[in-house]
């Protein structure tokens, strides 16, 4: 298997543009998450999904953050407008359903820059 | 709520020397402990992981000890080379809610020098 694929692996932008960052989840997998990384906050989970459906978006900052998943091979990520505070490592990963193996798989990451 | 706190945060040591990472967890129900290694530019890759009905878990020079008693769980790193490099994240899942969400700690930098 390919891995978790994300694309674009880099993108930078202006303020005010909309953005969206996409990500094909490992073949088989039930669950899929979207992270935020920087240097002060950390790996912060933004939100998750089980069989398509958005479980916990608690970690979501605000409106201008959303998320699909239409299918169970491909997940959006749309920042609009973005803003150059958004600008930091997004991670999806993918794993087994709960009682199989929780195991977390990340992909390679979108580096956004928000100029 | 649920959290995981891991120690230290930076972490120098000398090539061939150990090391060792620290993480405590407050939900008493968490039952699997899964350790990341994420290198510059890439995504955390899993290197080990522990459940709660093991203690211990070996594998080649990286070892997991877990004392559920005390709610905390630790990275150990054997004969380290400078490719052991990374910033190391730890996790922990299966709680109370059971959903599948991992909990991670604030991650350690580990710097191996040669």
């Known amino acids: 298997d390919a891995g978790v694929i994300q694309s674009p692996r880099h993108e930078v932008t202006e303020m005010g543009q909309e953005v969206t960052l996409r990500c094909k989840p490992i073949s088989g997998h039930d669950y899929l998450f979207w992270y935020r990384q920087t240097m002060m906050r950390g790996l912060e989970l933004l939100i998750y999904f089980n069989n398509n459906v958005p479980i916990d978006d608690s970690g979501m900052p605000e409106d201008r953050f959303s998320a699909k998943m239409p299918n169970a091979s491909f997940s959006t990520l749309k920042i609009q407008p973005s803003e150059p505070r958004d600008s930091a490592v997004y991670f999806c990963?993918?794993?087994?359903?709960?009682?199989?193996?929780?195991?977390?798989?990340f992909g390679p990451g979108t580096r956004l820059l928000v100029l | 709520g649920e959290n995981v706190e891991q120690h230290p945060s930076t972490l120098s040591v000398q090539e061939g020397d150990s090391a060792v990472i620290k993480c405590t967890y407050s939900d008493s129900a968490s039952n699997y402990f899964p350790w990341y290694k994420q290198e510059l530019g890439k995504g955390p890759q899993l290197i080990i992981d522990?459940?709660?009905?093991?203690g211990e878990k070996k594998d080649q020079r990286i070892a997991v000890t877990l004392n559920k008693t005390a709610k905390h769980f630790s990275l150990h790193i054997t004969e380290t080379q400078p490719e052991d490099s990374a910033v190391y994240f730890c996790?922990?899942?299966?709680?109370?809610?059971?959903?599948?969400?991992?909990?991670f700690g604030q991650g350690t930098t580990l710097q191996v020098k040669p």
């Open positions: 990963a993918s794993s087994l359903r709960v009682g199989v193996g929780e195991t977390q798989y």
């Open positions: 522990i459940r709660s009905n093991v």
């Open positions: 996790a922990a899942g299966g709680g109370s809610s059971n959903t599948g969400k991992l909990i």
